[in-house]
Nanobody, 125 residues
Framework: QVQLVESGGGLVQAGASLRLTCAASGRGFSNYAMGWFRQAPGKGLEWVSGISRFGGTPVYAESMKGRFTISRDNAKNTLYLHIDSLKSEDTAVYYC??????????????????WGKGTLVTVSS
C-alpha cells in the first residue's frame, strides 16, 4: 500500500522561504517519477513541478521557474519542494503525487496513480 504524506505547510509572510516534504511509504519509491501540484482557493489543480526517478533534470511550470526547487532523496523515500520569495498568490494546498509506471517525467496530472492529502500554505502580505 502506497501512502504519500505532505508536511511543512503553514502560515508564512510574503518573502519568506518554505520547504515542503512528501514522505512516501511502501516499496519502490525510486522506481517512480514524482510531482508537486497545488490548488489555490477557488481555482483548479495546477501542476507545479516534476522529477524523474533518480532526480535528473527537474521540470517546472513556466510560472514556477526560478523560485521553486524540487528534489528527492530516494534513500529516505522523500520528495521535497523548496519555495523561495513566497507571494500571496502561492497560497494553496500543495499535493505530491506519484507517476504511474508509464510516466517518465511528471508534466501534468495525467497518469498519476497516488496522491497525498495535501498541505496548506498560506502566505500573508
Amino acid at each position: 500500500q502506497v501512502q504519500l504524506v505532505e508536511s511543512g505547510g503553514g502560515l508564512v509572510q510574503a518573502g519568506a522561504s518554505l520547504r515542503l516534504t512528501c514522505a512516501a511509504s511502501g516499496r519502490g519509491f525510486s522506481n517512480y517519477a514524482m510531482g508537486w501540484f497545488r490548488q489555490a482557493p477557488g481555482k483548479g489543480l495546477e501542476w507545479v513541478s516534476g522529477i524523474s526517478r533518480f532526480g535528473g533534470t527537474p521540470v517546472y511550470a513556466e510560472s514556477m521557474k526560478g523560485r521553486f526547487t524540487i528534489s528527492r532523496d530516494n534513500a529516505k523515500n522523500t520528495l521535497y519542494l523548496h519555495i523561495d520569495s513566497l507571494k500571496s498568490e502561492d497560497t494553496a494546498v500543495y499535493y505530491c503525487a506519484r507517476g504511474g509506471p508509464l510516466v517518465v517525467t511528471v508534466r501534468g496530472y495525467y497518469g498519476m496513480d497516488y496522491w497525498g492529502k495535501g498541505t496548506l500554505v498560506t502566505v500573508s502580505s
